[in-house]
C-alpha cells in the first residue's frame, strides 16, 4: 500500500466514499485475505472479529430454502456457508478485488453462488426478491448514505424479510483506533460524526469510514420502514487471543466492539 499522510475526521461526498472504497478494497484484497482468511474461513458465516459464528448465533432465523442476499460479502465465505445450509445465495460486492477472493475461495470448496459486482446505493435487484439481506461490516459503514441502503434492503426484501447487519460498535469511535492501553482512553466525542478519513500525500483520498450513533442506526432502520427485533453486542470470549487492528482481549473484556442489528420488514 502507498504511504498515507495522518488519519483525520472530517466531510466528504458520496463520491469520494464510493472512490476511495473500490480502490481501497480493490488494493487491499491480497493483504487482506492473507491476514484475515484463515479466521474467517473457506466456508462459514463468521459475524465479528469477536468469532460469533451464525452456526451458533442464528440471528437469520432459518435459512433453507431462503432467498438471501449479502451485501459487502468479500471473498464470500459467509454466503458458502448459507448455501451449504440449504439457502439460495447472491453475494454482491463493490470491490473486483475481493469478487476475485470470492471466486477462489468457490475453487477451493467446490460451493458456488452467483457473485454480483454492484453498489449497495443501488441495488441491482427487483423488488420483494429476497427473504433475508445480510452483511458482516460490509457496505453500511463505508457509505456516506446509509439511510439509503436501508431503504433498498427495505425494497429488495418480501413482507416479512429479515435484515441483519454488523458494524463496529459505535462507542468505539471514542478510543482511537489502537488494541493496546491508548486505545482505553477517551478522545474523541461519540456524537462528531465526520468519517475517519486518510489520504495518500497527493490529496487523494484512499479510505473512507462513516460513524453513526447507535441511535441513528435506529432512526435510519425505522425510517426505512423496518421494525428492530434485536441489538446484539457480543462478548469477548475466554481464550480468544487474536488480534484484529483495534480488536483485542484488552479492549474486548471492556466494552463492546461489533453491533449486530437484527431487523424485519413488516409482513
Do not use: N
Not at 23 to 40: K, M, P, S, T, V
Not at 64 to 79: K, Q, S, T, W, Y
Amino acid at each position: 500500500m502507498e504511504d498515507h499522510t495522518g488519519p483525520a475526521r472530517r466531510a466528504v461526498t458520496d463520491a469520494q466514499a464510493r472512490r476511495a472504497s473500490r480502490a481501497w478494497w480493490d488494493a487491499d484484497a491480497d493483504a487482506y485475505q492473507q491476514e484475515h482468511g484463515d479466521f474467517l474461513g473457506d466456508a462459514d458465516f463468521v459475524w465479528c472479529p469477536e468469532g460469533l459464528r451464525e452456526a451458533d448465533a442464528r440471528l437469520l432465523g432459518q435459512v433453507r430454502g431462503r432467498r438471501v442476499l449479502e451485501l459487502g460479502c468479500g471473498a464470500a465465505a459467509a454466503a458458502r456457508w448459507l448455501a451449504t445450509e440449504g439457502a439460495a445465495v447472491v453475494a454482491m460486492d463493490l470491490s473486483a478485488g475481493m469478487l476475485r477472493h470470492a471466486r477462489a475461495g468457490a475453487d477451493r470448496t467446490g460451493v458456488r453462488v452467483p457473485l454480483v459486482q454492484a453498489d449497495a446505493l443501488a441495488l441491482p435487484f427487483r423488488d420483494g426478491g429476497f427473504d433475508i439481506v445480510c452483511t458482516a461490516f460490509g457496505a453500511v459503514p463505508f457509505v456516506a448514505d446509509s439511510a439509503r441502503v436501508m431503504r433498498e434492503v427495505y425494497r429488495v426484501l418480501r413482507p416479512g424479510g429479515r435484515w441483519v447487519f454488523a458494524v463496529t460498535h459505535p462507542m468505539r469511535w471514542i478510543f482511537l483506533d489502537d488494541p493496546g492501553e491508548r486505545g482505553l482512553v477517551a478522545t474523541h466525542s461519540y456524537f462528531d460524526r465526520r468519517p475517519y478519513v486518510e489520504q495518500a500525500a497527493d490529496g487523494t483520498i484512499t479510505y473512507v469510514e462513516q460513524h453513526r450513533t447507535l441511535g441513528d442506526r435506529v432512526r435510519e432502520l425505522v425510517a426505512a420502514g423496518f421494525v428492530l427485533r434485536d441489538l446484539v453486542e457480543p462478548e469477548w470470549p475466554p481464550g480468544h487471543e487474536r488480534l484484529w487492528g483495534q480488536w483485542s482481549p484488552l479492549r474486548g473484556r471492556l466494552f463492546p466492539g461489533t453491533a449486530i442489528f437484527v431487523s424485519e420488514k413488516p409482513g
